[in-house]
Structure formats: C-alpha cells, structure tokens
C-alpha cells in the first residue's frame, strides 16, 4: 500500500544534488513569459553592449589631450554622455522588465506550491510539518525571487561583460590581455571549491530555518495550552537552540563566502596592479598610447568586477538552488492517497448506504498497532449509527476512513456499494458532512464561516442553518451580527460557540450522509437539547454516524455500535446493550449512575 512505501524513494528524504542543476526546476515557471524574458534579454544585451563601448569613448577623450584636438575631445565627451543614458534608459528597462518576471514566477510558484498541498491528505502530513510547508512558501520563494528578479540578470549581464571584455582586451592589447588570463585559474579555484560549501550550508541554514518555523507555528497556535501549562520558558528555550542553530549554519556559511570573496578579490586586484605595472612601461616605452592602456584598464576592471559579481552571483545560486530543490520536492511530492486512473462518480441519486468490509487500518506513524482490525460493518441508507467505545477503540479513524483521508491496508469502504477508492475524492465528500471534534474556525466572518459549508448559500439559508444549530441567538448579539469577524481560530468565541458554527456549517452542507465526531461536547446541557432536536430533524432521510463518549447524546441511536480494539465487539440499541452486560453496559454505569464523578 502507499503508506508502505520505501522511505528512500520518498521525495523528501533522498538525497540532495550537489550542483545548481535544480533550478532547471524553475523552467516550468518561466516558459509561459517568454516575450518578457525575450525584452529582458534584449534590454540586457543593449546594457552590457553599451557598458563595452564605454571605454572606447573614454580611450578617444584621453588621447585627444594628448594630442590637443579639443573639438574631438568635444565630440568624445558628448558621445560619452549619451552611451551613458542609453545605458541608463537600457538599465531601467532591464530592471522593469527582470523585476517583473521574478513576481509573476514566485507568485505562480506560490500558488502551485499552495494548491498541491491543500489537497494533500493527511497521511502525508504524517511526515512533513505543516510550518515547514509555510516556510518553503515564504522564505524559499523570497530567495528563488531575488536569483529571477536579480541574480540571474546580473550573471548573465556579467558573462557578457567578461567575455567582451576579454576580446576587446585582445584587441587593446593581446600582452596584456596574456597576463590577465593567468589570473583566471587562480581565481575559478576558490570560487568552485568553496562554493560547494557554501551550498551544502545554505541547504543547512534553511532545513534550520524550516524545523524553527514549524516549532514557532505549532506552540503558537497552542499559545493558550503553553501558557496555561507555564510552558513559556521551555517553549522559547527550544525555540531560541533552533534559532541559535540556524545561525550558526548562517554564520558557518558567511564565514565560507567571505574567505571565498577575499580571495577573489585579493587575486583579481593584485592581478590588475601587475598588469597596469606592464602597462606603464609599455606607454613609457611608446608600445601603446596612454588612452589604450587606460581603455584597457576598463575593461580590465569590469572584467574583474565580473568574475568578482559572478563568485558572489554563485553562492546565491546555489542558495536559490536548494530553494527550488526544496519547492520542486513540494510539488512533484506522491500523495499517499490518490484518485484511482479510471475513477469516476458516484451513481446518481447518492442515497448513503455505508459499508465497510473486512477493513484493517494502520497510521503510517503507528505501523505496528492496527487502529481498525478486521471491521465490519453495514448501515443502511437513512439509519442513524453511534460508534461508541473507549479511546483509541478506532471510532474516529472509520471517519477518516469514510472520508478518504487514509486508505486502508485491506478491505474496502463503499457508499452505495461503491468502492470509494474508485470514486474522484471531490465528488464522494461533496456528499458528506462532516463536524470534527475540534471545531474549525476561519478568520472570518461568522457568515462565511457557516457558508463554507456550501460557498453558493444564500444569507438566508446560512441564518437558518444557525438557527437549527441553535448558533442564532448568540450570532445575533455580536457587534455587527452575523458579519462580526471571529478571529483567528474563532479567538473571540468559545468553544461552545465554535461548536454550534461547525454544526450549522454541516447543516447548510445538506448532504446526504452526516459525521458528528464528539460534535456536542463542548454544549451545554440547554445547547445540546437545541441541537439535538436539530439533529433528529437533520438525520432524518440521511445516513448519520455519531462519535461520542457522552452516551446521553446517542441513545436515541437506531443502532448502536461498541468499538474495542478496532473491532466490533456488540451492537444493538441502547436498552438492548444494557441488557446484555459488557463494555457498553460498563460504560453506561459509569455515566448515568449517581456516583459518576468523571
């Protein structure tokens, strides 16, 4: 099965190229703007061309004092200048037009990144944190951003300048150019040697960066748990050793590029001196005129600006690399579960007969015990089921089960004798409604998050949904009604108030099977009279399966199901149960006799 797959074929755990081979990743991304990068290019051809023919004017000015033609050196001057805003106006448009198109590209990035993980099942998020995720969307995007809307321009502009410069250096003067050349292996060396590690520890500072994210994200969200547990000090202790971590793989990394940046530059200028010694004796000894050797110095300089930009240009490659290495693993990454070559819908009407057939179910974190074992179990369309049962007796995993969130190891789980691994998981959820144990809220409005339960509802249908959710009352008390934003998470409701919202969003779904997983356990006893008379009325025509540990809620239950174990140890209903003694019978004593304390 997916969950049994080799580890070491899994996108996120193989092992990381060595080279910047991964942002050929990116091409996916950039192929659909191909007339913009067409104008960048050109308007980066124009800049580095001018940036060339530079120097020829500044060779003419300078030899025109030598020679006194003052209305050459007019026209020299003058021309100057306008290569110079040519070269401005070039410089814009390059910008503009490189700018523009590392947006668009992070942007689809982004959404591409986003879309494929929203519909990630929850199997995979077994093996990767969900702050991880928020971390390669934000900050993995930020550095593939700066390579596209800067560091891939300004390389390409300097590979231009290098290897023009290196000719028209050859035309100045092919000595000189000679001497700069045997600088050139002196430099490529460090630049290629610690660049490797520059990489490696870049790949480092931003698995670093990730695992802090993911701890910040989860003990945020779980402040009120940390705070009410006076867990503060342990939380920022954990939290400050993974910052300290991923600085210092930052800090090991600049240390790496700043040795690697002073010997470039050491080699390059020291270079530059020896060949301008060469070059003063040549003028003195009249081989060249004045002008020639300070042409040539230029282009000696932007080329060793060049080489000296492009060592700096590879570290952020190779960071940018890691990056896109990072994103692709996101988007080519395997779902666990996935939809069937040849799977269609399911057969109109749907009516939400259930079944689950010889079914054994185990998470991928927990493979060695079986949450559902050998389960059996057929209810009829319409019938009203409660799963009852100790924890970890596998009530909530015939709901993930259900709802496709998993796949099981064997067996097969059909609506309407239709095996839902051969049905699209879209059209068999739209089906379901679903309340989860722990409400979840949106931050926003209390409107939009009943709506979310059918997006086309009208205000109308949304207000009676919280009405048969007995969620009316205290809707229509906040400060702007039905509109007043809940806060992140719901923050400004309680957890009875969240409850009722998740409840009249099931309401509004009108599907025609319904989940209640512990869906009252956060009512009141008035609450939960309300929306259990809802409940009758909304059960009623559709197929109902209840968790609960409160045997109160279920014991109007067409029938009900005793889990253990994973297994199916006695169903029936209430009255009939307590009859027969066993777990049911147990816990029915425990919570409806005077003594119950729990």
């Known amino acids: 099965m997916a969950q049994d797959q080799n580890i070491e074929s899994d996108p996120l755990t193989r092992e990381k190229s060595k080279t910047v081979g991964p942002l050929r990743g990116l091409a996916p991304y950039l192929r659909p703007y191909k007339v913009m990068i067409a104008l960048a290019g050109l308007a980066l051809v124009v800049t580095a061309g001018l940036s060339l023919i530079l120097p020829l004017a500044v060779r003419r000015v300078v030899d025109g004092f030598s020679a006194g033609t003052t209305g050459q050196m007019d026209q020299y001057f003058g021309a100057a200048i306008a290569v110079a805003a040519l ?16 947006e668009r590209v992070v942007a689809d990035i982004r959404m591409a990144v986003y879309n494929k993980m929203i519909g990630m099942s929850p199997a995979f998020f077994d093996k990767l944190m969900t702050g991880e995720v928020l971390s390669r969307i934000t900050t993995d995007t930020t550095l593939i951003l700066s390579v ?28 000189l150019t ?43 969200l779980a402040s009120q748990t940390v705070q009410a547990f ?6 920022r202790a954990r939290f400050g050793g993974l910052t300290e971590q991923a600085f210092e793989a930052a800090r090991q990394r600049i240390g790496a590029r700043a040795w690697m940046t002073v010997i470039v530059i050491f080699l390059i200028f020291t270079g530059i001196v020896g060949v301008l010694w060469l070059g003063a004796r040549d003028v003195r000894n009249e081989v060249i005129s004045p002008g020639a050797l300070v042409q040539f110095l230029i282009y000696a300089i932007l080329v060793a600006g060049a080489v000296a930009a492009l060592s700096e240009i590879w570290s952020e490659l190779q ?21 069937a070559v040849n799977a269609g819908a399911l057969p109109a009407p749907v009516k939400g007969a259930v079944s689950f057939e010889g079914v054994t179910f185990r998470y991928p974190s927990r493979p060695n015990i079986a949450a559902l074992d050998g389960f059996d179990l057929k209810i009829k369309a319409g019938e009203t089921i409660a799963l009852v049962g100790p924890s970890g007796a596998g009530k909530s995993t015939v709901f993930q089960l259900l709802l496709r969130f998993f796949d099981p190891s064997s067996g097969r789980v059909t609506i309407d004798d239709t095996d839902i691994a051969g049905v699209v998981r879209e059209d068999f959820r739209r089906h379901i409604a679903y309340v989860p144990q722990d409400s979840v809220i949106f931050a926003t409005s209390a409107m939009e998050n009943i709506r979310f339960g059918r997006p086309d509802a009208t205000d109308t249908e949304v207000i009676a949904a919280a009405k048969a959710a007995a969620a009316d009352d205290f809707l229509t008390a906040l400060p ?21 919202i998740a409840i009249a969003r099931a309401i509004l779904r009108d599907a025609p099977v319904l989940l209640l997983d512990e869906a009252t356990s956060a009512l009141d006893a008035e609450s939960e009279r309300l929306v259990q008379a809802a409940f009758d009325t909304l059960s009623q025509d559709r197929t109902t399966l209840v968790v609960a540990h409160r045997l109160a809620t279920v014991k109007r239950a067409d029938r009900i199901i005793v ?18 003694g066993g777990l049911y019978a147990r816990l029915a004593r425990l919570q409806f006799t005077d003594g119950f304390t729990g």
């Open 230 to 235: 006076t867990h503060e000090g342990i939380s």
């Open 87 to 102: 070269l401005a106006v070039g410089t814009g448009f390059r910008y503009y037009f490189v700018t523009r198109l590392g």
């Open 480 to 500: 702007e009604g039905y509109d007043s934003f809940v806060g992140e998470r719901g923050v400004m409701l309680s957890g009875g108030q969240k409850q009722r």
């Open 148 to 175: 596209i809307g800067s560091s891939v321009s300004v390389a390409l502009r300097n590979v231009l300048i290098f290897f023009g410069g290196l000719v028209l250096m050859m035309f100045t003067s092919a000595k």
């Open 319 to 339: 960071r940018a690399a890691g990056a896109t290495e990072r994103l692709v693993e996101l988007l080519t990454a395997e779902d666990p579960v996935v939809d």
């Open 178 to 220: 000679g001497a700069v050349l045997l600088i050139v292996p002196l430099v490529l060396v460090p630049i290629l040697v610690l660049g490797r590690r520059v990489r490696t520890l870049s790949r480092e500072n931003q698995d670093k960066i990730a695992e802090s994210s993911g701890n910040a994200n989860e003990t945020l």
């Open 563 to 580: 889990l253990d174990g994973g297994r199916v140890v006695a169903q029936g209903t209430h009255d009939a149960l307590v009859a027969e």
